[in-house]
């Protein structure tokens, strides 16, 4: 019995630290791409000042090749998800969308599309503040994705309009 509650413990504490991984691992993609580019760039230009003709050469198709995976990696990082793409995604990727510990200090309240909510509900504290982590769909301007208990709200801060609900989003 006490090894099943130390388990449990422990597997609490490290799930909430687990779960950030996802979104450090693209933009660190992102980061080492555009690395890259900026290195092949500096070889093109010694290439150009102390090198031959073919060095140049050389040097000019791998800046291309590196600009062209600098250019996947933004795109894929920036891909327009669907409406629901992330439905299929959670099924195989549980620990992206575990509950975590997250509390607010308002109780919890299902909110439908169309109905305006306090700035309370949305203030930045409760942002989303990387959406193509969960799939979820880019939100326009002045829209929020905002994380309300184990739902997602997307919001028009402007007005404060509830404008899309993803009940039990979080597991």
Known sequence: MRKFIATALIAAVAMPVMVPAASAQSQREVRRERQDLREEQRELRDARRYGDRRDVRREQRDVREARRDYRDAVQDRNRRWGDND?????GSNRGVY???????PFRYQGFRTGVRIAPTYYGSRYYISDPWRYRLPPANRY??????????LLVDTRRGVVVRVYRNFFW
Do not use: K, L
């Open 143 to 152: 829209q929020r994705w905002v994380r309300h208990y184990d739902d997602v």
């Open 86 to 90: 992330w439905r299929t995604y959670r």
């Open 98 to 104: 575990a509950r975590g510990n997250w509390r607010a």
